[in-house]
């Protein structure tokens, strides 16, 4: 059990457009779901704590109308990058924090993102 | 702010050959310490949580170890397959919503 679950895999875009990301818990419900980025050879770094209902909280230094996050659901959670460009290509991953187990993180297989 | 710093940075192994993983850290607070695997281009895998000092943990030829400072992945004769970069990550018990601070990770590469 814990899978989850991200879609695309990977995408590329031309600078200017947006990207929806989505994430899902597939065999669990999520209270809490994560997402965080990685850049080439450094570890994750948080961007924003999202939970179901409710507005997402954004870590400093994180523009959170570039990135916009929604929580519809105890199995769904977007990341939106609207306007991409070159400098958002990375690596975007997901987590999620099961509902009667709010410790342990489960990652998704993350989102190669490229911006022409 | 809660502090993890993983040693060393890198780890070359032959084949069989035991070694051990540090991860230090600083928390107020610890709720949980965790290990993850991450394989390139994916996401981090879960391994173990420990939750107090004294508590051990083991899956196949790794054991998890901590102390009120640190915590040990023991990687017993190991296979190429346990290539992988391991990341250490701790939860604060002042945290709000379950947040993991992570280390930079150790970077293991097992040569047949």
């Known amino acids: 059990g814990a899978v989850v679950s991200q879609h695309p895999s990977w995408v590329i875009c031309k600078s200017g457009t947006s990207v929806k990301i989505e994430c899902r818990s597939l065999?669990?419900?999520?209270?809490?779901m994560f997402w965080y980025r990685q850049f080439p050879k450094q570890s994750l770094m948080l961007m924003a704590t999202?939970?179901?209902?409710?507005?997402?909280?954004?870590e400093q230094g994180v523009e959170k109308d570039k990135f916009l996050i929604n929580h519809a659901s105890l199995t769904l959670s977007t990341l939106t990058v609207t306007s991409a460009h070159p400098e958002d290509s990375s690596f975007y991953i997901c987590?999620?924090?099961?509902?009667?187990?709010?410790?342990?993180?489960?990652f998704g297989p993350g989102t190669r993102l490229t911006v022409l | 702010e809660d502090q993890v710093t993983q040693s060393p940075e890198a780890l070359r192994l032959q084949e069989g050959e035991s070694s051990s993983l540090n991860c230090s850290y600083t928390?107020?607070?610890?709720?949980?310490l965790f290990w993850y695997r991450q394989d390139p281009g994916k996401g981090p895998e879960f391994l173990f949580t420990?939750?107090?000092a004294g508590e051990e943990k083991e899956k196949e030829r790794l054991k998890a170890t901590l102390t009120k400072k640190e915590s040990f992945l023991h990687i017993t004769a190991p296979k190429p397959e346990d290539s992988a970069t391991y990341l250490c990550?701790?939860?604060?018990?002042?945290?709000?919503?379950?947040?993991?601070?992570f280390g930079a990770g150790t970077t293991v590469t097992v040569r047949a």
């Open positions: 999202s939970n179901e209902g409710s507005k997402a909280t954004y």
């Open positions: 990550a701790v939860q604060d018990w002042g945290s709000n919503d379950y947040k993991l601070s």
């Open positions: 987590s999620a924090v099961r509902l009667v187990s709010t410790d342990t993180q489960y």
């Open positions: 065999d669990f419900q999520a209270t809490t």
């Open positions: 928390v107020s607070g610890l709720r949980g």
């Open positions: 420990l939750y107090s």
